[in-house]
Structure formats: C-alpha cells, structure tokens
C-alpha cells in the first residue's frame, strides 16, 4: 500500500484529504506545519506528499527544497491557495512534481496522485 | 672678522639659485596645469612678503627705543585680514573679471579708465616706495658688514666711495636675478606661479630663522622669559620699554591708531601686498584661511622681537651696539656663527622677497601706466600696423626694474645713514595709505569722480611731500633745515612739521592727519560736485555691482563698428600671435562659432580683447589702443543707461528661465514621489488581494472537498455526512465574516464607512459588550472581570464601532485562555484627556516579534486552532476604528503571563484632516 503524506495546516483541509486519501486505499500520514513533514519524510519514508505552501515554521517551499537537496526522488504536488503565476513556477523551480491550486476539484487530484504513483511503478515493472 | 666674506657671497648666491630653482619649478608645474601654489597656505604664506627687512631687522631696533611701539604696525594688518577680508574678495574679484594687474591700474580703470590718474598713482608709488627699497638694500648691507667685517658693529663703512659700494653691485644682482624671475611673461595677469612658491618659501625661512635666534637667545643665552624679563625689570631704562606709556609722547591714543590705520592701508594698497594678495590669487576661496594663517604668522614672527630687543640692551648696554642688528649680532658674540649666518639668510629672504615682488609691481606700473602713454602719445608708434611689440614691453619692464633698484641705492647712498629702518618704512606707508580714499569708496560708492579722486590724490600727496618727505631730507642734511623751525618764507603757519598751527603730534602721526584728511575732503568734496562721464559711469557700475553680475549678462559699454581683422592684428602686437590666436580661438569656442573667420566684431569681442590687452599694458593705455583700432561712437550717459537697462532686462529673463526650469524640476521630483507612493500602494493592494484571495481559497476547499465527496461516494455513512455538513456549515460562516470584514476595512481605510457619533459612556458600552459574550465565557469555565468606576464624563464617538473594538479583544481573549482556569480582566481608567481601556488574559502570551506584526492584516499568531473562527482582520479594524477617534492601540505581553490589549481615546479629538494625513503616513 501506498504511504501518502497530507501537509497542511487548516484542520478542515486535512480532515477532507485524510478521507479522501484514504478512500481510494492509500495509507495517510499528517503533518501540520513544515517540521512535521520533514521529519515524517525523513522517517515515515511516504511516496508521495501533498505539501501546503502556506504553513507555520517551515513553508511548503522550505520543505520542497530541503527535500531536493537530497536529491530524493520522493513525487510531490504542492497545494497552494495563492493562484499567482510566481509561486507556480518558483515550486516548478525547486523541483514540484506537480502543483494545484486551492480550492481543487477532487477527481483531478485523485487522477494526478495516481499518475505520479504509476509512474514510480512501470520502470520496476518493465 | 667673524666670517669669511667669499663664503657668505656664495652661500647668498647658492640661497638666490634655490630661490631661482623654486620659481622654475613652480613656473614649469603650472605650464603643465599642475599648479604648486593653488594652495590656500601658499597663499597666505605669500602675503608674509609683508614682512620686510624692516620687520626682521627694524622691529627690534624700534623694540630696543621705543618697547612696545614697534606693535601697531602688525596690529593693522591683523585687523585688516580678520575685519576686511570681504573687501579684499571685492577686490579680488574686480581685479579678475577685468584682469586688473596693479594697483594704479584698478584705481584709473574704476574712474573712466582714465590715463592721467593712472600715471600720479604710479608716480606716487615710485616716489614712496624708492625709499622702501632703499631700506631693504640699506638691510643687507648692513648685516652683510656685520656678517663679515671686524667685529665692530658699526652700520656702515662711511669712507668708501659709491663704485667700491659693495651695496651698488647687490643691487644690481639682485636687479638681474629679478628680471629672470618676474618678466619672462607678459600679460600680468598670467599670474607668476614660480615667483610666488618662491615668496611663500622665503616667507617660511625668514620665520624659522627669526625663531630660531629668538629661541637661542631666550633660552640659550637667558635662562629663558622669566630670567630675561625679570632683569630687564631690575634696570629702570630698560623696565620702561614694557609700558605703553613711556617716552615723551603725549598723544599717546592719537599716535597708536594713526599708526594701526597706516599699517591697515598699507597692506591693502601697497604694491607688492596688491601682487601677491589680488594678482597672484589663484582662488577666492583662500581668502578664508589667509584671514588667519596671516595673522598668526605675524604674531609668531613678533613673538621673540622684545626678549631678543631687551637681551641686546641687557649684553651689550644700552647705545653700544645697532639694536636693528642684534639679531645678528648677538649670535656673532656668542661665537654661534653658523646660527648668525642662518639668521642672515632669513634677512636676505626678507630683504630680497620684498625687493623681488615690489618691483615687479612697481615696474608694470612703470610700464603700463608712464611710458606706454607716453609712447601712444607719439602718432608714428600708434599708427604703426603689425610688428610684435611685447619684446619692447619687456625690455621696458626691465630697465625700470634696474632704475628702481638704482634709485633705491641713491636714496640708501645719499639720505641711508640720517633714519632707522622703521622711519623710512613709515614714510613709504604713509605715501600708499593716499590711495585709500579713491580705491576703497570706488568699490562702494558709484557718485566717486575721476576729478575728485584727481584732486585728492594731488593735495594728499603734496601735503605728504610737505609734511614728511622734505623734512626727512632736510633732517638728512641734504636741504637747509631752516623751513622747518620758521616756515618757508617766515610763514610759520606752513612749517611743516606744525602744519596750520597743529602741534604736539609726533611727525608721522601729524603728517598721516594732514595728508589723508586733505586727500579726503578734496576726494568727497569734489566728486559731489562732479558729474561723471559715461565711461567713468559704466565703470562704476562695474565694480560697485561686480558681485551682482554673472556669465552672460554683464553689460557690455561699447558701441560702434569694428573688424575683426584689425583687432587680431591689434592683438598680435601686444600679446605676441600665440597668445592672440589662443584669445580668438577662445572666443569663437564660447560663441559656438566654427572659426575665427566666422567671429562677427560685435561689442562682446571688442570687450574681451580690450580686457586682454588691459592685461598687458594696462586698462588706460589698452583704452586708448581699442579707440584708435576701431570706428567708436562716443559713449553717453543715455547709452550707459540703455546698456544697462538692456542688460539688465537680459539678467531677468535668464532669471526667470532659471526659476522656470527650477520649478519644473520641482514639479517632476514631486510626481516621481507621487508615483513611488502609488506604486507602494500598489504593492500594498496586491499583498492585500493576494492574502484575501488565500483566505477566501482555504474555506472553500474544504468546503468543496466535502461536496465532491458526497457527490461521488453516495454510500457515505450518515454519520461520516453529519460531521462534513458540519465543516461546510462552519467553514461557510467564517467566508461570509470575512467578507464582511474585508468590506467594513475597506469602507474604513477608504473613509466612506458610515460614523454614528454621539455622546458616549464608555462604562455602558463595557457593560454591553461584557453582557453579550459572557455566556461564551461561562461555558469554556472562565471568569470575566470588569473593574470600572462610575460616571465617567461623556466622550465623542460611535458607540456600536467601540463596542465592536470590545468584543474583537474579548472574543480573542477568550480563543486564548485555558478552558476552566482562564480569566479575563477589562479595566477602565479615566484621567483628565480621556478614557484609557485594557484587557487582560492569562493566556499563553505573544512573543515580541509576534507583537510586532499583530495588527497587520492576517496575520494570525498563537495555536492554528484558534484561528478557526478568526479571520486576522479583527486587530486592523479596531486599531482603525480606534485611530479614527484620534486614540492609539496597543499590546503588552510576557510570554508565558498572558497578554494585555489596550487602547486609548482622548476626550478631545484631534482634527479629521490630521488623523487621515496619520492614517495614511502609516499605510505608506
């Protein structure tokens, strides 16, 4: 099973992603700022996060690079509710897998998340 | 014999080749525009050529008689420099804008340009300064005779006749090492760098060496000033020189500022101080530091002169010995002859400094101001075309530098003997002050006349040839004394020394009297009764105004038709054909014009070619040259007037233009701070957008996660449906209280929400406030404490805004305490301005820098679980509402102790318009 990690700060968002996830049969773990989710990357060891851009002590752009610095191939779709053209490309720059913007309809991030997944999948499969 | 004679020639004669070397240099280094002396030291250095000779020498032999009366003649000068440095930069800047090279020339230019004027000025100055120079020549003689004969101080050997003089052949050295120093220019206003470095150098030695001795011997052979001035108090003839009042004089007051006045002139007026202060002035600028470099250099050079005066009186007993050469002589008795012969070359400094620039000067004038209109006088020199004539003028300035130099040692070899050094200075002195009146009130008065300064100068200089000058020849014993005990003819009212019956004066005071009062009243008398003519007008205005003149729009006094062939060739004569290319050349580049060819001989070219040619030969004669080149029409006083009229109608339009394009300036610094503000707000707004935008997003997200979810998993468990409804329910609320508040903030910060004022108690909107949210409080279990006082006097504002203020602290209060243990305290506190609200928690506290950006627009601090109901907008809008009523909102917090929010509103409002400039100060 899959290990997705939700990292967002608004209670209510999380609680929508957690069942979300976890209905179409994906293991969720929770972060609630920028810290939490290093340190569940860091051991928990997800496929795959949902990183808000917007969080307490470190942002969803602190993490993203913290991340590619270590060069991990670890797919991650940054969420964001600031529909600017710059934050889009500034986490295409630091390396987002993909990127939504809030609020999101939840069959095209299902569809994403399940492409990214597959991706990972076919080369070990081949 | 002290020292040998052939060593003191040569080292005199190696001291003049480094003088030579320095002038050489400096000439070279402003050739290659690297100018050494554009320096405001070198400058004032310069200006210490005032101290002659007669100042290293005399000043203690005056020192020795008369104690402190050899002062006042250094007094003047300070005075001068501190009190009228600003008519020196007046003079200054006269002299440049017209390119004035000597004295005679800026007095005869400021009356018309007026040749007659020009010549008495020089004739004056020949017949003063020839004993001046004779004083310096009589100085090194005498030193040169002590340095090197037997040790009897005598001044001079009397028996030897004039062609074994060994005086004559100095001064003809010296008139040779000058004419290679100062004439190898032309045009004076070139100024003469070399010669310049060369005096400030000079300047430096003479000092050196006069401390030096001083220091010998005050400390050397006088266990320093105490020692020396307490012998010389045990000793009644020598005690007596430290009192002001000693001697026979009994006009004591009248005598000490006769001669502060006389020194005060001198050194404006005397030619080499003219040279070097106005001429040689490389920079107006440094005026400033001259004005006390000059000063403190005359203080440090007397500071020796009395013990060195006293020590001599004291060694060799009063009348043993020359007191003016107990500089020299003293040293010599100790055996110090090195020393004495350093203190020689200081002399020789002095003594050759003053020589080299007066001469200079006096020998332009000579030139410029008596032989050239002698010479155009004659037709065949006048209308002689074409032929370079500047080697003419030098060859004239030198022989005039020889004859001066040969009269000096006339007047040393005829009347040396019969003066001290400092009564001699002093008739010189008295001679140049006559120049005062005419010089000084052209600057400042335009109603001077050329007749007046005519007949001033003439009855000044007479009765100074009366009053001082035949009595020092006579007292010399070349006339018969005879006049000066009975008058001429038996007259006594005309003696000279008891002028008109005035008697008890000391002679110079009493001559200084006669001569500058006649020069004066004539002068004024005179010019009121005079009436100018229009090219003795026009320069008045010149020189009165030249301050208020710049660049373009000087007026130009000249009319009539010229050709510009003519006055190059005109230029050519006088100024040699590289010096009158570079002039035309010049001109055409400031026209904008492609050649010379292409100049038109208009007023302005005329000017500046005469100006130039002043500079060469000197204003009246460079007149005379113009006038005889060109086709003038005569110049009246309507014209000076139109001139003027038109000149200055071009001075207001430049002015307004100026005004014109400073404004503009203005008005485009203001728009660019308009847009810099704009575009800040700008950027505000955008922040704003961006974080209502992100406020907006966050609820709907959930809200639309919830929905879609629903929408595609219809199974969803009832209770699963319960608690998302509830999310969408809740999260729908806090979207519209957002809105809300985003509209109310914007209402206010735009200054259209609508105000309800009225008289308010602020204990009955606490009670309100309080009334409404304590339910909420009662269920988290805390406690809410209200300590108010009663009848608090009315204050002007919205009651419904202040109780919003309330509950917005409240209800963040309460998001923030613990549940069942939180307590809340509101405290009101009224003083004499107004009322002071605050609410206090015990929750968890804001760190400082959370304080610091609590009131900004969403920005929401403390656990994210509390910032479900809150919108970050609350904060803003109270402090807005707050600041509205002129009051200020604040909050004080420790972490860990619980928060305080406070606000307060004064009874008295401050204007509208000035809380909206506030608000809106803070928003940029």
New interface residues.
Partial sequence: MKKILIADDEPNIVISLEYLMKREGFEVLIARDGEEALALIEHEAPDLVLLDAMMPKKTGFDVLQAVRQKRSALKIIMLTAKGRDTDMEKGRALGADDYMVKPFSTRELVERVRRLLDQTESPSAS | MNLPIGLVVAISFAYLALLFGIAWYGDRRARQGRSIISSPWVYALSIAVYCTAWTYFGSVGRASVEGVWFLPIYLGPMLAMILAWVVVRKMIRIAKTYRITSVADFIASRYGKNPVIAGLVTLITVVGIVPYIALQLKAISAGFGLLTGPSDPTLTEASVTWWQDSTLYMALALAGFIILFGTRHLDMTERHEGMVAAIAFESIIKLVAFLAVGLFVTYGMFNGLGDLFGRALNDPAIAQLMRFDHGATPHLYSQWFALILLAMLSVLFLPRQFQVMVVENVDERHLKRAAWVFPLYLFLINLFVLPIAIAGLIHFGPGQANPDLFVLSLPLAEGARWLALFVFIGGLSAATGMVIVESIAVSTMICNDLVMPALLKTRRFRHRRGGDLTRLLKSIRRLAIVGLLLLGYLYFFLAGDAYALVSIGLISFAAVAQFAPAALAGMYWKGATSAGVLTGLAIGFGLWVWTLMLPSIAKSGWIATGFLDHGPFGLALLKPEQFLGLSGLDPLTHSLFWSLAGNLIAFVVVSFYTRPGAREASQALLFVDVFDRSGGSEPVFWQGQARVDDLVKLSERFLGPDAARRLFAEHAADLGASSIAALEADARLVQRVETRLAGAIGSASARVMVASAVDEEPLEIDDVMRILEEASQLRAYSQALEDKSRSLEQATEKLKRANEQLKSLDRLKDDFM?SV???L??????????T??MR??PDMPTE?RQE?LG?MV??SERLSRLVGQVLDLARIEAGHAEWHNSDVDMQAVVTQAVGSISSRFEDKGAVLEVRAGSHFKPIRADADRLIQVLLNLLSNALKVIPANCGRVVVDVVEDDDGVTVEVADNGPGISLEEQAEVFDKFRQVGD??QH?EGTGLGLPISRQIIEHFGGRMWVESEPGHGATFGFYLPRKQKDDSRAETQRLGERQ
């Fill in positions: 961006s935008t992100h406020e997003r966050t609820p709907l997200t959930s809200i639309r996660a919830l879609e979810m595609d998993d699963q998302f999310i809740a999260e994210r679980d479900r």
